[in-house]
């Protein structure tokens, strides 16, 4: 993997699908790992929206609208299989709550808590934000394995890409930020 200072965990980088990704549910995602170590890793899809859902709806399921005027119609994504009725929020810093924000990178945070939610649908709300329901992990070993079997790509952080809303494109953006031309990447690992 790397050796960024990291200690060869991907905490903080972004995962994209290879074109011969195995698993249907991660065929062409871009995937934000919120963290990585020895003992497991997690991440969330950044380019799935949840099309009957966002974030106004979800905030009336959740009886948290009280008629408010500033709740963003942003979309919902499908973060991953896991947990799926959970909500995730990758966010900006500028919304930074010590017993409930993970700091991921120095700008990049992620809460899974009812106060960002209300701190999204304020008059203040974060400069950047994604939800998502469901997330994505990992055992032991399990996200190195399908790394050396060639069903992940490794792309630097880029918060553009992370956080706009251009769903439907994001992940030929994101191979083409490290170099690949989706067209023309073989699925066949070791052969030249």
């Not at 871009?30 to 859902?53: E, K, R, S, T």
């Not at 979800?58 to 948290?64: E, G, R, Y």
């Not at 990758?90 to 017993?99: A, G, I, Q, T």
């Not at 700008?107 to 939800?131: K, R, V, Y």
Request: aromatic letters at 8%; one cysteine or more; proline letters at 8%.
């Amino acid at each position: 993997m790397t050796s960024d200072g990291n200690n060869g965990f991907l905490k903080g980088k972004i995962l994209i699908a290879a074109p011969a990704m195995g698993d249907p549910r991660f065929s062409r995602t871009v995937l934000y790992m919120c963290g990585h170590d020895q003992f497991q890793a997690m991440g969330l899809v950044i380019n799935q929206p949840m099309h009957a859902l966002h974030f106004g709806i979800l905030m009336q399921q959740l009886k948290l609208d009280q008629d408010n005027p500033n709740i963003p119609q942003m979309p919902v994504l499908s973060g991953g299989p896991v947990e799926p009725e959970r909500g995730f929020v990758l966010h900006s810093l500028d919304y930074n709550v010590p017993e409930e924000t993970l700091k991921i990178t120095p700008n990049i945070g992620f809460s899974a808590s009812t106060e960002i939610l209300l701190a999204i649908a304020s008059p203040n709300p974060p400069a950047q934000a994604l939800l998502a329901l469901g997330l994505s992990s990992w055992g032991p070993g399990q996200i190195e394995q399908e790394l050396q079997e060639n069903a992940w790509l490794i792309c630097e952080p880029d918060e553009d890409l992370i956080f706009d809303q251009d769903y439907a494109s994001k992940w030929d953006r994101a191979m083409h930020k490290i170099g690949v031309d989706p067209t023309r990447f073989s699925d066949i690992a070791g052969h030249a």
